[in-house]
Nanobody, 127 residues
Framework: QFQLAESGGGSVQPGGSLRLSCNAF????????VGWFRQAPGKEREGLLC?????????YGTRSVRGRFTISRDEHLNTVFLQMNDLKPEDTGVYYC???????????????????WGQGTQVTVSS
């Protein structure tokens, strides 16, 4: 398994922005697919966005973040980012990144597609 560490969470007012980072250790994000997931209070964890190992394919896992969240990566930093704009109270939750050893131009947002997970970072959106 790989090691992942999320950072960048915090408290923000509605309409604000945050950028989460997922730092990878012991493997290269250029050879693995990475996904971002969220677990809201009292709800199951859901897939938000993923990026393929090729970096050319991304996929939204939920419509609620389409147009507000984007995923990107920096191979030199070996980091995948989740840029979150126009945050809403319903975006509150613990955000996780996950990785899977899978080459190619595809990624999915199902939990069982990933076998390595970070510890999560808390995001709270409230006024």
């Amino acid at each position: 398994q790989f090691q992942l560490a999320e950072s960048g969470g915090g408290s923000v007012q509605p309409g604000g922005s945050l950028r989460l980072s997922c730092n990878a250790f012991g493997f290269s994000v250029a050879y693995n697919r990475v996904g971002w997931f969220r677990q809201a209070p009292g709800k199951e964890r859901e897939g938000l966005l993923c990026i393929s190992s090729s970096g050319s394919y991304t996929q939204y896992g939920t419509r609620s973040v389409r147009g507000r969240f984007t995923i990107s990566r920096d191979e030199h930093l070996n980091t995948v980012f989740l840029q979150m704009n126009d945050l809403k109270p319903e975006d509150t939750g613990v955000y996780y990144c996950a990785a899977a050893s899978a080459l190619g131009s595809y990624c999915g947002n199902a939990e069982d597609e990933y076998d390595s997970w970070g510890q999560g970072t808390q995001v709270t959106v409230s006024s």
